[in-house]
């Protein structure tokens, strides 16, 4: 005897991936990883970054044995790490009272690694930043970190920045906003705009800061390899020539570019700190991870 199939024959309904899920996934594998991979238990001070993957970086961390995560403080680069580290009832300590305590380490490297986002990579590892309004924090706890690792998503690995993503954020000073945006304008990029808080809240973005916030877009930027082409007259610029060019104008407080050296080229060079990421961890679409490494990393 024959039967036919009815709605109720399949209830429930199996799984969807969809594309959302897809992304999530990648970026829990992707940071799962990187904490594996680079959180020691004899580590004291974990600096915590901020963007969509940064809550699985904190969950992972959550997970592993209070004995060992109640001898680590962690520090925030924001109001949203902030909030993630209470949560998560892990200790916290700000940039501020690390540096009271602990203001004779050589080289001012008083985290031993530190944990963050991007929202585009390029194959050097230059990063942009700002996505969140944080960069100015997330900048000063990278360069006070030993080392800094990068965790993404498959969607921010690009060839060169501004690929995808749609302008350089920059932090500006209110007063000054509207000349930098002109500045920015005669340095060749395309209708610089002031982020909107829209539609959660009327007026300007407001950092953590009070400051505003400049979306710049350029030309995608070019990497070190391809400096020859550079062209500043057509808004053609590399990733460290436009962060340089962009920090000298009057009224700019932080610029969302992560460039220049890592924690331990800056570390043998006697500087204060590096920007970028000694490592990036890339969570993909079929649950893999892949990463891209500094060839300074040790």
């Known amino acids: 005897?024959?039967?036919?199939?009815?709605?109720?024959?399949?209830?429930?309904?199996?799984?969807?991936?969809?594309?959302?899920?897809?992304?999530?996934?990648?970026?829990?594998?992707?940071?799962?990883?990187?904490?594996?991979?680079h959180l020691k238990p004899?580590?004291?001070?974990?600096?915590i970054g901020s963007g969509s993957t940064i809550k699985y970086v904190v969950e992972t961390i959550a997970a592993m044995p209070k004995d060992i995560t109640s001898k680590m403080m962690f520090v925030p680069t924001g109001s949203q790490s902030r909030d993630l580290i209470l949560h998560a009832k892990l200790p916290l300590v700000t940039t501020e009272t690390l540096v009271l305590e602990k203001g004779n380490v050589p080289g001012l490297q008083f985290i031993d690694v530190c944990f963050d986002g991007a929202d585009e990579v390029d194959p050097e590892l230059n990063c942009i930043k700002g996505g969140g309004a944080c960069h100015y924090r997330e900048k000063m706890v990278a360069v006070m970190s030993k080392r800094f690792i990068c965790v993404a998503d498959y969607r921010k690995k690009v060839p060169n920045l501004l690929t995808s993503w749609p302008g350089i954020p920059v932090e500006v000073v209110p007063e000054e906003t509207e000349y930098v945006r002109l500045k920015l304008a005669k340095m060749g990029s395309?209708?610089?705009?002031?982020?909107?808080?829209?539609p959660?809240?009327?007026?300007?973005?407001?950092?953590?800061?009070?400051?505003?916030?400049?979306?710049?877009?350029?030309?995608?930027?070019?990497?070190?390899?391809?400096?020859?082409?550079?062209d500043r007259s057509k808004g053609l610029y590399t990733v460290e020539s436009l962060a340089y060019h962009i920090s000298k104008i009057k009224g700019v407080f932080a610029v969302g570019l992560f460039s220049g050296l890592t924690g331990p080229e800056a570390k043998d060079q006697d500087e204060d700190g590096g920007e970028k990421p000694v490592m990036v961890y890339f969570g993909m679409q079929d649950g893999?991870?892949?990463?891209?490494?500094?060839?300074?990393?040790h």
């Open 190 to 198: 395309r209708k610089p705009y002031v982020r909107s808080g829209l």
């Open 288 to 297: 893999s991870v892949q990463t891209m490494e500094s060839s300074s990393r």
């Open 42 to 47: 004899d580590y004291t001070h974990i600096g």
């Open 1 to 37: 005897m024959s039967t036919k199939n009815t709605a109720m024959d399949s209830y429930p309904p199996p799984p969807v991936n969809t594309a959302g899920d897809l992304v999530e996934s990648a970026k829990r594998a992707a940071a799962q990883q990187a904490v594996r991979d």
């Open 200 to 230: 959660g809240k009327a007026g300007p973005v407001v950092t953590d800061n009070g400051n505003n916030l400049i979306d710049a877009p350029f030309a995608p930027l070019l990497l070190s390899s391809e400096r020859e082409r550079e």
